[in-house]
């Protein structure tokens, strides 16, 4: 971009800038830190998909931050069973655990989806103008896991970026949940069973989440991420771009399996209890997270 941003286009933009949410972690600090020694502390668990995980390449990712593949093995092999059962993870691929991906932006802000992929060390290049916080992180196919860089210039203390990635972690460990059963005859072959024996299959749960965030009284965006896709999140969208839409609903349910687990996720509200920040969300999550699965297709 050669010329000077218009206000507006720093403000969507700056929907990219992951600095408040870091800044965020390190504020919350010992409450994260408490709720990750609880999860930790849980007995270890693993079941089908998880027992049979792979990771790759984690030799890549020793100048960087990041959550390993045997610590990432010891979150998830903590999480409901539930979970475990319906993730279709194969493998973490640390192929990508050194890039930076910077987004490409219109000179209206608008992020059109293209990143620039930039060597971490590189990063921020004073050539190409990179703004130091405005990156985005983590991938996921539904099936592997690819870990990007989150570099010294978005928060300078090692732990808080540790904590972010784990946020991140977990956030592509739920679309391997949802990612494949997107389309509804699939979704609706899922079939679980709740605490009072009602079945219900995994379509008749996202169906929920499209209630919640459609309705009138639609609650806070789980984190300040999720809000980015919040006008995204209408009737008209889900009628006229379903594709947008589901893109926008799932990034909500992500953010909202992040906060369950963890029990905080970055908002803007300033809560340091997801639980009291996004009660409807929570309890949906918790619904799946003390179901059954009586069947996976
Ligand atoms: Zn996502």
């Known amino acids: 971009m050669n010329t000077i941003p218009t206000p507006t286009a720093v403000e969507k933009m700056d929907h990219l800038n992951l600095r408040p949410a870091l800044e965020f972690v390190a504020r919350y600090g010992d409450i994260y830190e408490r709720f990750v020694r609880y999860l930790i502390h849980k007995p270890s668990a693993p079941v089908g998909a998880i027992v ?6 984690e030799d890549l990712i020793a100048d960087s931050v990041h959550i390993t593949g045997i610590e990432t093995l010891e979150i998830l092999s903590r999480l409901p069973p539930a979970f475990q059962e319906l993730s279709m993870l194969d493998n973490i691929n640390y192929h990508f655990a050194g890039i930076v991906y910077v987004p490409i932006f219109e000179e209206s802000g608008e992020w059109k989806g293209a990143v620039d992929m930039v060597d971490e060390a590189k990063f921020p290049r004073l050539c190409s103008g990179d703004h130091p916080h405005r990156i985005l992180i983590g991938r996921s196919d539904g099936v592997v ?4 860089a989150l570099p010294v210039s978005i928060h300078e203390s090692i732990r808080t970026r540790w904590l972010y990635q784990l946020h991140v972690m977990l956030h592509e460990f739920f679309h391997t949940i949802e990612f494949m059963r997107r389309d509804h005859v699939v979704a609706e072959k899922v079939i679980l069973c709740d605490q009072k024996d009602n079945t219900y299959t995994f379509r008749d749960w996202w169906k929920k989440w499209e209630d919640l965030f459609t309705s009138t ?3 806070l965006c789980p984190t300040r991420y999720a809000q980015t896709y919040a006008d995204f999140l209408t009737l008209e969208v889900c009628t006229k771009d379903p594709g947008a839409f589901v893109v926008a609903l799932a990034e ?3 953010e909202s399996f992040v906060g369950y687990i963890i029990g905080i996720v970055p908002n803007d509200q300033g809560y340091s209890s997801f639980k009291n920040h996004s009660p409807e969300a929570w309890a949906l999550i918790h619904e799946l997270a003390t179901s059954r699965v009586l069947k996976i297709s």
């Open 52 to 57: 049979s995980l792979t990771t790759l390449e």
């Open 252 to 254: 909500q349910v992500a």
């Open 145 to 148: 896991i690819f870990p990007s």
């Open 217 to 219: 009284t639609r609650p």
